[in-house]
């Protein structure tokens, strides 16, 4: 079972921040944050991971609290094309740990 | 360069029969995952094969199997189908299995979609 919980749905003006929350208050300390999301008929896209530190790449930027139990994704000028559900995932950094998806979050970009 | 492809497209089968689904990873990439996507769940891992030995395994019975072959494509195979395998099922790709601490990005492709009926 998913270890996050995530808003079903979220939607955001274009060209404004999308913020999108995760709370996992059960995560071990030896597991990171990592964050996919979904376009329609399309596979899962990797967007960013971090353990503890704030995270930013040419996608979007991953704050994560001090203690560890929730974070968020912040895409910082959403844009139609970023519609999508996104996936918060807790898991160890090992490429033999499966991805385990919750229900994640619809995220419309509205114009 | 092309990404991960998967074929056919889309399919039907009737209860009963079986299936073989294709994955050609990236060029380069020697891991193969497999998940199955039920209307409005997210991705259900199935199986992860790393130079052509099973690596792991998801809680899915044992009409579901699956193999690597030498150049690194896989294929996924249901018998029995039943209604419950409607799905869309996705190959992802990554470079090596990698190991505690050592992760890799897994891309995926752009899926299956089986209709059981």
């Known amino acids: 079972d998913a270890k996050t919980t995530q808003p079903p749905s979220m939607d955001c003006a274009e060209g404004r921040a999308a913020n999108l929350p995760c709370n996992h208050s059960?995560?071990?300390?030896?597991?990171?944050v990592y964050w996919y999301r979904q376009i329609h008929s399309q596979g899962p896209q990797y967007i960013i991971h971090?353990?503890?530190n704030n995270e930013t790449n040419e996608m979007a930027s991953l704050i994560i609290t001090e203690d560890r139990k929730s974070s968020t994704l912040i895409l910082p000028h959403a844009t139609l094309r970023d519609t999508a559900v996104y996936y918060c995932?807790?898991?160890?950094?090992?490429?033999?740990?499966?991805?385990?998806f919750g229900k994640g979050t619809r995220l419309s970009v509205i114009a | 360069d092309a990404g991960v492809t998967q074929s056919p497209t889309h399919l039907i089968k009737t209860r009963g029969q079986h299936v073989t689904l294709r994955c050609s990873p990236i060029?380069?990439?020697?891991?193969v995952s497999w998940y199955q996507q039920v209307l409005g769940q997210g991705p259900q891992f199935i199986f992860q094969?790393?130079?052509?030995?099973?690596?792991g395994r998801g809680n899915f019975p044992d009409r579901f199997s699956a193999r690597q072959f030498p150049n690194y494509s896989s294929e996924l195979n249901v018998n029995a189908l039943l209604l419950g395998d409607s799905a869309l099922y996705l190959c992802?790709?990554?470079?090596?299995?990698?190991?505690?601490?050592?992760?890799?990005?897994?891309?995926f492709g752009p899926g299956t979609r089986l209709t059981v009926t």
């Open positions: 992802a790709s990554s470079l090596s299995a990698g190991g505690i601490g050592i992760d890799y990005e897994q891309y």
């Open positions: 059960t995560i071990s300390g030896n597991e990171y």
């Open positions: 971090g353990l503890k």
């Open positions: 995932i807790v898991r160890v950094l090992s490429g033999n740990t499966p991805l385990v």
């Open positions: 060029s380069g990439h020697k891991s």
């Open positions: 094969y790393y130079e052509k030995e099973e690596r």
